[in-house]
């Protein structure tokens, strides 16, 4: 499934984010910045120690990563070249900014792409498993989160990678409503 907005082709993929040869990939990491399971756990696994090292340089630079913020590393062993970590949001009822610091979640590690001239990205869903966001309003807020972005900034290709048919289809069934 893919389509055009703005000049960024924009893909929905079925599939595992640590095979994806996009220059960047982006982690669904903690505030720790230090690694966990899911995709953090998938990524740091796949790409090798260097990612964590580098990870720890930040942690000591400038201190814990806050919630909607982006940090970013090399990609170790990975296919891509670099690694965006960003923080999502704990799903808390929905009342307590959720929407708002998942979106900055996705705007910020497409500025900080944008700032290390990547032109082609791809990002997991962010907050929707550990964190527990609802998929089909997290799935909302990521798809206007990036086309807002794209009003602004161009890049070549955007990727979003789904880790299963489930999530897929709901990316597949809104991506219309919203591009
Ligand atoms: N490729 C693509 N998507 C994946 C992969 C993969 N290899 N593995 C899992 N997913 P989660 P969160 C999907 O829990 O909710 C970590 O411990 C998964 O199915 O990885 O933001 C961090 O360290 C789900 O749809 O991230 C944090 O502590 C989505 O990725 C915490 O989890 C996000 O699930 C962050 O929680």
């Known amino acids: 499934m893919e389509l055009t907005y703005k ?10 984010i640590t095979k994806e040869d996009t220059e960047a990939i982006v982690n669904a990491a903690n ?3 230090l690694g966990g399971g899911g995709v953090d756990g998938a990524i740091h ?3 090798g120690p260097k990612i964590l090292e580098e990870c720890k340089e930040i942690r000591k630079r400038q201190g814990k990563c806050p919630t909607g913020e ?3 590393t090399t990609g170790g062993n990975l296919k ?3 690694v965006i970590h960003t923080v999502g949001p704990v799903w808390k009822g929905g009342n307590n900014n959720e929407p708002k610091l998942l979106a900055n979640a996705y705007k910020n590690s497409l500025k900080l792409a944008h700032k290390y001239n990547i032109k082609t ?4 869903s962010i907050s929707t498993g550990v964190y527990g966001y609802p998929k089909e309003k997290a799935c909302i807020v990521a798809l206007n989160a990036v ?4 009003d602004k900034l161009n890049f070549e290709e955007i990727r979003f990678i789904l880790f299963s048919k489930y999530d897929f289809d709901i990316y597949k069934k809104t991506i219309n409503q919203i591009y």
């Open 147 to 150: 086309k807002e972005m794209l």
């Open 70 to 72: 982006a940090v970013i």
């Open 31 to 33: 505030s720790s910045l």
């Open 121 to 124: 990205i791809a990002f997991p």
């Open 45 to 47: 696994k796949a790409g």
């Open 80 to 82: 891509a070249k670099y």
């Open 7 to 16: 000049g960024t082709k924009i893909k929905l993929i079925l599939g595992d």
